[in-house]
């Protein structure tokens, strides 16, 4: 076995001694159950402000002049003939002359004016003098002998080398080899809702409404730019419509807008519209690997031998883990980082995972195929032990169950006529932990609770979990407690990635709410002549454990308090969440050889998250999850064309994104692990599900394509190719 | 290729259907076949006074008549409920019936809106009674962030409206002109399918 274990996380402490105060109930009344989203009525009416929502009075637009090079020298900027343009108040040159631009969409100048289009009138008028610079479009064109090195350490930045156990042997060991390449694009998030932001200032006081996954990471990083106390900037974020992981702070546009704002002396709202998020605010990098990998004959892993790169763009980083999951006892992989003129990369839903989950996992595919053994026993005879964040091996017989896995052809489905069936398998792992979130929390004389916490709910359903806990903690109907969130003045919660949110959140729910229930307890206990400790809250009561006639209703329980509400201040404590999931999922595939159009028709996801707060809203995120990974298989591909570097589908029709037509029937179980506390589901769900779709293309087609998006030219092709060599996989 | 006027005034995906993609920029622009031949009277550039009917109120502005529907009602009358996303016609957070059809909000003009009836999201709830549709969208939690919801509960409206039990199929197809990010189409498709008491418009 190896040295060190591939997958830090499994059999790492992943079951926490439960909270010695205030566990998560036995028999919980509304956690876990099928509870609706408690800001549907004021979304699906259109009454929800958004950031993009926000117009202040005498509020100005901005917008961003972009370079149209992908890497230029600026030599001149001359704003006049803008700032005498009809409504401009504001104007600002972001780069000085001598600065770089890197990348097609770098912010180079700026203004604010009455209305937006004279603000699209007065952009037209900065003029700004390049001088051209010779770009790299491509990691193949950065690879290139001789290519241009536009970056100042050169192209190529070379990873560190992973080794463990003892390739020699492995190789050795090895009854099979495979020899084979896999490749993923690049994604940009595509959130509904762009980046940007409505800034105002009081004074030196800056409220901002942002579009952000962190309220107070974007509160900090205003005060550092703007060189003014965090005490000073407010940031709201009451609802927003998505961010996948590419909005954690104010970017470059928020303290454009902000410097926009303090000049023109008004209120200034400046969205980015979708071309320039499409360029300027991330991407998931793309991944490319040379893989050789060996078997025994008894269908165990011996070997993995991989060099890896990929595309953050300028100077952004590209890495992901590898192999994924599977005990490959010895092993070596090699990254480097290609560095093109595109704009960088950001953290996207899950980074990394299903790009090491799609090289692995068709690797996985085509050793089983060497073997003649079918691939998901070939799989679950390779997986690490099981452990409670390792169901791996409990999941896959689950999931192969429900999806009918048995019905599977070896490969290449023999059915007659242009519509050839397949399916695929793939795993997936996450961390999914959080901590470090205070609450604050008011219990009302006329019986109405509050619960305010400084994080924000991206779609996800925080502010649901907030009152699902509150409220159950409480022992109250859901009506009675209002959630605020999305508010940098109130108490601290960290930025909403890496699924951190639920496990950071909810613990500082359940222990902030059962103190001020505590404090409620000591209130009444004299009057009813019992000790505090005595006392439970359920069913809209407080009453005396097992005894639920000896106790008073809620609100009179309440009115005990006078005029004077009780508030308690709380937050994160261990024992209530943890870290550490898995899941699985099965595609079924439609794949049509005459056009080579691919239709997933079914996916079954078996995905765990620790305990279930919210049943109906876990689905969507997974359903989501899975949505993504289609995309992610069939659709999705920044392309940049060769010769100028420029974007050629920065919009969203020929960036294609999946219609409701497009979308498979798809089964989800969740696998609820009470004794572990809550753990994150939003970014499992979408990691493997670009793998197990593209083994499934394999499956129907008898001819694999190792690079995803699977466009129908890539299955024509594949196609053509089997037919020339005559065989099968 | 011509045009005709009430071609200018449905959305942008009932005339995709009927007219080549050259035209469709021509038709943006607003060239009616009738006003080619006689010469249409110049309006603007500058602002100029529109009134429009939304969600059953009358409403005078003076915008520049290369201001869109979707851009007057939100940047100008703050009316937000329906969302900016593509800008361009492909992704229908924008959606408003226009005399009862659907319209991509962002692909007309303001000016081209006069004397029609605009129906948002806004308008469907009877005070906190939720329109049917909006009450499916809740029960099957056919949303998330929220931002296509207003879009796609309108395509909805508008669906449900000439057919109050349509096929799956059906319903895809009047979908199709919208996109979520968040992946929600399965329960919308099934908030939908289960929408009960929507009266033909």
């Known amino acids: 076995m190896a040295d060190t274990p591939q997958v830090p996380e499994v059999n790492a402490p992943s079951r926490p001694q439960p909270h010695e105060k205030y566990p998560w109930p036995a028999e919980p009344t509304l956690v876990g159950k099928r509870i609706q989203r408690v800001d549907g009525p004021i979304k699906v009416t259109g009454q929800a402000k958004y950031s993009y929502d926000i117009n202040r009075p005498g509020g100005l637009h901005g917008r961003i002049l972009r370079s149209p090079h992908p890497h230029a020298r600026i030599v001149a900027i001359d704003l006049s003939a803008a700032s005498k343009a009809p409504g401009v108040k504001a104007v600002m040159a972001v780069l000085q002359p001598g600065a770089k631009v890197m990348f097609q969409g770098e912010e180079v100048a700026a203004l604010a004016a009455a209305t937006e289009e004279q603000a699209d009138d007065a952009l037209r008028l900065i003029k700004v003098q390049y001088e051209v610079l010779p770009h790299i479009a491509t990691e193949a064109l950065a690879l290139r002998e001789g290519a241009p090195q536009v970056f100042k350490d050169g192209n190529i930045k070379a990873g560190d080398t992973e080794e463990a156990g003892d390739l020699e042997a492995g190789f050795k060991a090895a009854a099979h080899t495979v020899l084979a390449g896999y490749a993923t694009q690049v994604q940009t998030h595509v959130s509904l809702e762009t980046h940007g932001c409505v800034c105002e200032w009081d004074g030196d006081k800056l409220t901002s409404w942002v579009s952000t996954q962190a309220v107070h990471g974007t509160r900090e990083q205003f005060a550092k730019a703007l060189d003014i106390p965090q005490a000073n900037v407010r940031v709201i974020t009451e609802y927003m419509g998505g961010g996948f992981g590419s909005k954690f702070g104010p970017d470059a546009q928020g303290i454009i807008c902000a410097k926009l704002a303090k000049q023109a002396g008004a209120a200034v709202k400046l969205l980015l519209d979708r071309k320039d998020e499409h360029l300027a605010s991330g991407n998931r990098p793309s991944s490319a690997s040379k893989i050789k990998a060996g078997v025994s004959a008894d269908g165990m892993l011996t070997a993995f031998d991989a060099e890896t790169w990929g595309t953050g763009g300028a100077g952004a980083g590209s890495g992901f883990p590898l192999p994924y999951i599977y005990v490959f006892p010895n092993r070596r992989r090699k990254h480097r980082d290609i560095f093109t003129n595109a704009g960088p990369q950001r953290a996207m839903r899950a980074p990394g995972h299903p790009q090491g989950c799609f090289h692995t996992e068709m690797l996985m595919d085509e050793l089983a195929d060497k073997l003649r053994m079918d691939p998901l026993a070939f799989r679950i005879k390779n997986l690490p032990p099981e452990a409670p964040n390792a169901m791996w091996r409990k999941y896959f017989p689950i999931a192969a169950e429900r999806f009918g896995w048995s019905k599977r052809h070896v490969t290449g489905d023999p059915t007659p006529g242009p519509i050839k069936r397949g399916m695929g398998c793939a795993a997936n792992r996450w961390g999914g932990g959080g901590q470090g979130t205070k609450a604050h929390c008011e219990i009302n004389p006329d019986g109405s609770v509050v619960m305010r916490c400084g994080t924000q709910d991206l779609g996800v359903g925080t502010k649901t979990i907030v009152a699902i806990i509150t409220a159950e903690t409480l022992g109250i109907p859901m009506e009675l407690v209002r959630a605020e969130i999305g508010d940098s003045n109130y108490p601290f919660s960290g930025g909403s990635g890496g699924s951190t949110t639920a496990p950071g959140v909810s613990p500082a729910i359940r222990v902030t709410s059962g103190m001020a229930l505590d404090a409620l307890k000591a209130k009444v206990a004299p009057g009813l002549g019992v000790d505090a400790a005595t006392l439970v809250a359920s069913n809209g009561r407080i009453h005396v454990k097992g005894d639920p006639s000896k106790g008073l209703a809620w609100r009179d329980a309440c009115k005990q308090l006078g005029m004077e509400p009780l508030a308690v201040d709380g937050q994160w404590e261990r024992g209530l969440s943890a870290s550490g999931t898995s899941g699985v999922q099965f595609a079924e595939v439609e794949v049509d050889i005459e056009t080579g159009v691919s239709k997933v028709t079914r996916v079954t996801c078996v995905q765990d998250c620790g305990l279930i707060v919210d049943q109906l809203t876990a689905e969507s995120q997974c359903i989501g999850g899975i949505i993504g990974g289609v995309n992610y298989a069939l659709f999705e591909d920044r392309i940049l064309d060769r010769v100028t570097g420029h974007m050629v589908n920065p919009n969203m029709e020929w960036y294609r994104i999946a219609g409701p037509s497009d979308i498979p029937t798809i089964d989800i179980t969740l696998m609820n692990q009470p004794e572990r506390g809550v753990i994150g589901i939003g970014e499992p769900p979408t990691i493997s599900t670009a793998a197990a779709v593209a083994n499934a293309v394999a499956n129907a087609i008898g001819a694999r394509i190792r690079s995803i998006p699977i466009t129908p030219e890539k299955v024509i092709t594949a196609l053509a190719e089997r037919e020339k060599t005559g065989g099968t996989l | ?201």
Do not use: W
């Open chain 2, 1 to 201: 290729m011509a045009l005709h006027d009430d071609a200018l005034n449905v959305s942008r995906r009932a005339f995709l259907k009927t007219v080549s993609a050259s035209s469709v920029a021509a038709g943006v622009i607003g060239v009616g076949e009738s006003e080619a031949q006689t010469g249409p009277a110049p309006i603007g550039p500058g602002e100029v006074s529109v009134q429009l009917s939304i969600d059953g109120q009358a409403r005078t502005l003076k915008v520049e008549p290369r201001v869109t529907l979707l851009d007057a009602m939100r940047e100008r009358l703050n009316l937000t409920a329906q969302k900016r996303v593509c800008d361009r016609g492909s992704c229908g957070a924008c959606t408003v019936l226009v005399d009862g059809k659907s319209a991509y909000a962002c692909s007309i003009l303001a000016i081209q809106m006069q004397g029609k009836s605009i129906r948002t999201v806004a308008s469907l709830a009877q005070g906190t009674v939720l329109h049917p549709v909006q009450q499916a969208f809740c029960d099957h939690d056919g949303l998330m962030c929220g931002f296509c919801t207003p879009g796609f509960v309108m395509s909805a409206v508008a669906l449900l409206e000439s057919n109050p039990s349509p096929t799956p199929a059906q319903a895809r197809a009047a979908l199709d002109g919208n996109i979520c990010r968040c992946g929600t189409y399965p329960r919308v498709l099934e908030a939908v399918l289960n929408t009960k008491g929507v009266r033909r418009g």
